[in-house]
């Protein structure tokens, strides 16, 4: 199973809103509603930040919002503060019954 | 609080294998699922594969298929992962993961255990 698609960085200046990209086919995000979003700080262990394509857990700020359309999911971050600059992959279950993960981007905060 | 702690780093020489720990606290370890997710230095997530801590149903990536093997102790809550026959490129951190199914979100995660093959 390939890796999903994203691109592997995004910026944005901190009040601003970025969207990240995660692109699959129709026998992985598009086939299922089962994707996730995880947020990694440099040697840290990955938090997951919304699952299910659009539900965060609880704890996870209401600035993260997640949405999918056909083959892409989109994380979108609003109101970037410093603290969200990490590393972010998407996860998708796919049709070989197992995850599959993003290639991750780096979302730099200018 | 909920909690899984992972054993300590390990090295091996290509060809050996290595058994890694993660000990679950703080909930009712048989309701979920472990799934295992390791990160090669400097890239990206890989799945590794997800057990039930509830009946031992395994489900694993078709790339490590033959090489690793997924188990629990349910008197301790522990899960374990044994990779075989370790490689240079298996030199990575490696996750344990709460799932309550292999697809759903991964909530709780240990800390990770860094595995360096090296000979």
């Known amino acids: 199973q390939s890796a999903l698609t994203q691109p592997a960085s995004v910026s944005g200046s901190p009040g601003q809103s970025i969207t990240i990209s995660c692109t699959g086919t129709?026998?992985?995000?598009?086939?299922?509603?089962?994707v996730s979003w995880y947020q990694q700080h440099p040697g840290k262990a990955p938090k997951l930040m919304i699952y299910?394509?659009?539900n965060r857990p609880s704890g996870v700020s209401n600035r993260f919002s997640g949405s999918k359309s056909g083959n892409t999911a989109s994380l979108t971050i609003s109101g970037l503060q410093a603290e969200d600059e990490a590393d972010y992959y998407c996860?998708?279950?796919?049709?070989?019954?197992?995850?599959?993960f993003g290639g991750g981007t780096k979302l730099t905060v200018l | 609080q909920v909690q899984l702690v992972q054993s300590g780093a390990e090295v091996k020489k290509p060809g050996a294998s290595v058994k890694v720990s993660c000990k679950a606290s703080?909930?009712?370890?048989?309701?979920?699922?472990i799934s295992w997710v390791r990160q090669a230095p400097g890239q990206g997530l890989e799945w590794m594969g997800w057990?039930?801590?509830?009946?031992?149903?395994?489900n694993y990536a078709q790339k490590l298929q033959g090489r690793v093997t997924m188990t629990t102790d349910t008197s301790t809550s522990t899960a374990y992962m044994e990779l075989r026959s370790l490689r240079s490129d298996d030199t990575a951190v490696y996750y344990c993961?709460?799932?309550?199914?292999?697809?759903?979100?991964?909530?709780?995660w240990g800390q990770g255990t860094t595995v360096t093959v090296s000979s």
């Open positions: 993961a709460r799932a309550e199914l292999p697809h759903y979100g991964m909530d709780v």
């Open positions: 703080g909930y009712t370890f048989t309701s979920y699922g």
């Open positions: 057990i039930s801590a509830y009946n031992g149903n395994t």
């Open positions: 129709s026998s992985d995000v598009g086939g299922y509603n089962y």
């Open positions: 299910d394509v659009s």
């Open positions: 996860s998708s279950y796919t049709s070989s019954s197992t995850p599959v």
